[in-house]
């Protein structure tokens, strides 16, 4: 019993020495925050409602450019002939198969040329060729490769993405305190400790960021993808309004992929809070 009254204690004490000048550094900071979302939700609205009066009075041609009310309406369609979630769903699958391995496998290279600077000597140039070469133009080598489907979509996305990671991870892997990693060295520490101990944990920031580039270069990937072989999807869709004209058809996969990008960036950013709390 005595306890929880000292525990109780201790967080009254704890709340009633917080100054007046942090709560207003925290409402300030709160309100930012909640400015910042309000802002951004207006400017989507805005930029909307402007389409929408510009088609409706014809500043701008609706046949080309489409309108929110016809894309609304297109979706509604697509939902009711059962095909939207379909396509949604085969898309998001393979951006999110290609993001999740281009991560782990980019990383683990990088983690090999860290660990072999002789490896990493020999094998630099060649990633600095790979990663100027025009990936899209290796579409149809992979199809021949592969073969038409999912698993030739996947293998672009890996060729626009990994490169990349294998770059950035490994740039952050270098740039780490060499202090840091010669205390432990002294200290008799492996390259195996130096590398769990002080180089993953200090390239958390550049392992995230190379997330965030692969959110994008993921669906990149992916939508290329679609645009050479596909049967479904909402790449598949997108070449095939634009085949038949059917433009609204192209805005609303358009305006669906840049919300599930945006949902997978949220997912990154989400991780990144969690990964800078649990280290806190």
């Known amino acids: 019993m005595s306890n929880l009254i000292d525990d109780?204690?201790?967080?009254?004490?704890?709340?009633?020495?917080?100054?007046?000048?942090?709560?207003?550094?925290?409402?300030?900071?709160?309100m930012e925050k909640i400015s910042v979302r309000v802002i951004q939700i207006l400017i989507f609205g805005v930029a909307f409602l402007l389409w929408e009066i510009c088609a409706n009075t014809k500043i701008?041609?609706?046949f080309i450019t489409s309108q929110p009310s016809r894309v609304f309406n297109t979706m509604v369609r697509l939902y009711e002939d059962g095909v939207?979630?379909?396509?949604?769903?085969?898309?998001?699958?393979?951006a999110f198969v290609g993001f999740v391995l281009g991560t782990l496998v980019g990383t683990i290279i990088a983690i090999m040329l860290w660990w072999s600077e002789f490896l990493c000597k020999i094998l630099e140039p060649y990633l600095v060729i790979l990663n100027s070469l025009p990936k899209i133009a290796l579409g149809p080598v992979f199809i021949v490769w592969i073969g038409a489907g999912p698993p030739a979509i996947i293998v672009m996305t890996l060729a626009i993405?990994?490169?990349?990671?294998?770059?950035?991870?490994?740039?952050g892997f270098?740039?780490?305190?060499?202090?840091?990693?010669?205390?432990?060295?002294t200290f008799?520490?492996?390259?195996?400790?130096?590398?769990?101990k002080v180089v993953l944990p200090a390239?958390?920031?550049?392992?995230?960021?190379?997330?965030?580039?692969?959110?994008?270069l993921s669906w990149v990937g992916v939508i290329v993808g679609e645009f050479l072989v596909s049967?479904?999807?909402?790449?598949?869709?997108i070449v095939y309004g634009g085949q038949v004209f059917k433009l609204d058809l192209v805005m609303t996969s358009v305006i669906i992929l840049g919300v599930a990008a945006a949902v997978m960036y949220q997912g990154v950013v989400y991780l990144e809070k969690m990964l800078v709390k649990n280290k806190a």
Not at 8 to 30: A, F
Not at 161 to 171: A, G, K, P, Y
Not at 231 to 237: H, I, P, S, V
């Open 188 to 196: 008799g520490g492996s390259k195996y400790q130096v590398l769990t």
């Open 60 to 62: 701008v041609d609706p």
């Open 8 to 30: 109780r204690v201790s967080k009254e004490t704890q709340v009633t020495n917080i100054s007046q000048e942090h709560i207003d550094y925290l409402h300030r900071v709160r």
């Open 203 to 216: 390239s958390y920031p550049t392992i995230i960021n190379a997330l965030k580039i692969n959110v994008g």
């Open 161 to 171: 993405s990994l490169i990349v990671t294998v770059l950035e991870v490994l740039n």
């Open 231 to 237: 049967k479904a999807g909402l790449g598949y869709l």
């Open 174 to 185: 270098l740039t780490v305190d060499r202090e840091k990693i010669k205390l432990v060295q």
């Open 84 to 94: 939207l979630f379909h396509h949604i769903g085969i898309t998001c699958w393979e």
